[in-house]
């Protein structure tokens, strides 16, 4: 059975057309994939940790 990633925005997203949107899904086990609202068809996928480090460091950066 194929299921469709459950895409969520950023809570930093401007709210506006919904066009300028950071997205993030589980898309495997061990992938997340990350996408813009706006080329949703443009996805990229990294792991996890990737994911959680890139995080770290942008909130370090604040």
Request: proline content about 3%; glycine content about 6%; hydrophobic content about 35%.
């Amino acid at each position: 059975m194929d299921h469709a990633p459950h895409w969520q925005k950023s809570t930093f997203s401007d709210g506006g057309d919904g066009n300028t949107c950071v997205e993030l899904a589980a898309i495997s086990l061990h992938l997340v994939g990350l996408r813009e609202s706006d080329t949703p068809a443009t996805v990229l996928a990294t792991t996890h940790t990737s994911v959680t480090h890139l995080l770290h460091h942008i909130k370090a950066a604040r």
